[in-house]
């Protein structure tokens, strides 16, 4: 239920501004065809939803004497997904590291030890869903630390907020500290406990989640294959290729394998519902099998640039035939930002090293609707049509002195979008609804 202007509270709320939203991916600047752009336009929600969406001009009779919240001269757009994530490494953003290895033993380690403390866990799901809100970011695929009240954690927190969530607990039973290991066992009966307790409660759901290959034996392995199995309705989320030493270890404890992309396959983990972090140096055999089995792979900017991971390529997921299904993400806290906004513009310059371009139509869509076809809710998230959940964002193109200078020649829509991308960070967000009630507005954190 919504505020009204007066503080009454109804069931319905009623915002009006700018509006733009994806059916598609855009083929191109001039694909205006893949998108819905409303100069001046409504949002009508009811219980959660959006009820009617359209120029302002159309606005049904129904709504005629409904007070409502003005955002113009503001662009609503769908709410970000954000596609891979860590809940446990908030406090781990901006640690010195040459590698992803180094990183990994000398903080991320360390810090998810404290997750087996439930009141820390509590704490900081509160303030890790508060930061996603700051940045526009409603919808998250998300790690948890290997104990399992660490989902319990995050998704009570989520389900209080009726905020859309995922999360899973990692399985790691080796090359980790002892006090981070689960077993084989363990591992599947916790996962099999959060399924059974969160999935498909509320808005929340549960990911089956061995943290990777090098952490995970084969008869954990296994054991993850089978939870996909068991639950087909699950996503599942790992990483992949990220780094060559990464790499070069995982050929060392799996000596069968092809390449690190088959271990997944032999467990039976590849398929349309799973996530697949990073993905930068895979050979054409793996992003064969990434295409034929409708995998995902989630581009992420920062953290690869942070951690000198390397440079993921597009256009070698575009150009396999067929292309490799693809999302993108902020990867915190080996991502340096919370904001997809400057997630976008990262992927932007790594693309550009290239010779690929990112145009911010593209983008935008990546961050929105995109994403949601990755995770499997674009029928749920990622439009601002009737029916669809009533998660979106108010954004302005001109929140910062930068950005406001830069505004006053900005002509068409793909150039304010491309403004936002490359200038824009949290202060851009004007205001975050989740299920139709303003959850964040701009300065309150």
């Not at 990692?170 to 059974?196: C, F, H, Q, S, W």
């Not at 030493?245 to 000596?255: G, H, N, R, Y």
């Not at 403004?419 to 989740?434: E, F």
Request: net charge negative; aromatic share 8%.
């Amino acid at each position: 239920m919504v505020p009204d202007a007066r503080g009454h509270v109804s069931k319905q709320g009623l915002f009006r501004g700018r509006l733009l939203w994806f059916e598609r991916e855009p083929d191109g600047a001039t694909d205006e065809d893949a998108y819905h752009y409303i100069e001046d336009g409504g949002i009508a929600v009811a219980d959660g939803r959006i009820a009617w969406s359209g120029p302002w001009s159309a606005l049904p009779d129904e709504y005629g004497g409904v007070d409502y919240i003005d955002h113009r001269p503001y662009l609503f757009m769908p709410g970000f997904v954000d596609c891979h994530i860590h809940f446990p490494q908030g406090q781990v953003v901006a640690s010195y590291a040459g590698s992803l290895l180094e990183w990994l033993n000398t903080y991320t380690f360390v810090e998810e030890q404290k997750y087996a403390d439930p009141d820390h866990a509590g704490r900081m799901a509160d303030r890790f869903l508060d930061m996603l809100l700051a940045h526009g970011t409603t919808t998250a695929v998300a790690y948890g630390s290997v104990h399992k009240g660490s989902v319990d954690a995050l998704l009570c927190a989520a389900l209080r907020r009726n905020m859309r969530m995922v999360a899973g607990k990692v399985m790691m039973d080796r090359n980790a500290p002892e006090a981070l290991t689960d077993t084989p066992k363990t591992g599947y009966d916790d996962t099999k406990a959060l399924i059974a307790a969160w999935h498909g409660k509320g808005r929340v759901e549960v990911a089956v989640t061995p943290r990777f290959a090098l952490t995970s034996t084969e008869a954990q392995m296994e054991m993850a294959g089978a939870l996909a199995r068991e639950h087909p309705e699950c996503l599942v989320q790992t990483h992949l290729s990220e780094n060559h030493v990464e790499i070069e270890t995982v050929a060392k404890l799996f000596p069968w394998s092809k390449d690190y992309t088959d271990v997944y396959d032999h467990y039976g983990l590849l398929g349309p519902k799973t996530l697949f972090g990073h993905c930068i140096h895979q050979n054409a055999r793996e992003m064969a099998r990434m295409a034929e089995s409708r995998s995902v792979a989630v581009f992420c900017p920062t953290s690869n640039l942070f951690l000198g991971s390397g440079l993921f390529s597009l256009d070698k997921m575009r150009t396999t035939e067929p292309p490799v299904r693809h999302a993108i993400a902020t990867d915190i806290g080996g991502g340096t930002s919370w904001s997809m906004l400057r997630t976008l513009d990262e992927g932007y310059k790594v693309l550009n090293l290239q010779g690929q371009r990112y145009h911010p139509l593209r983008s935008f869509y990546q961050a929105t609707l995109g994403n949601a076809e990755a995770i499997g809710m674009n029928d749920k998230i990622g439009k601002l049509e009737a029916g669809y959940e009533a998660d979106f964002i108010v954004l302005d193109s001109a929140s910062n002195p930068a950005m406001a200078l830069r505004s006053e020649t900005i002509a068409t829509l793909p150039e304010e979008l491309f403004l936002l991308q490359t200038l824009g960070d949290d202060r851009a967000v004007v205001a975050t609804i989740v299920s139709g009630i303003t959850a964040h507005s701009r300065g309150k954190l």
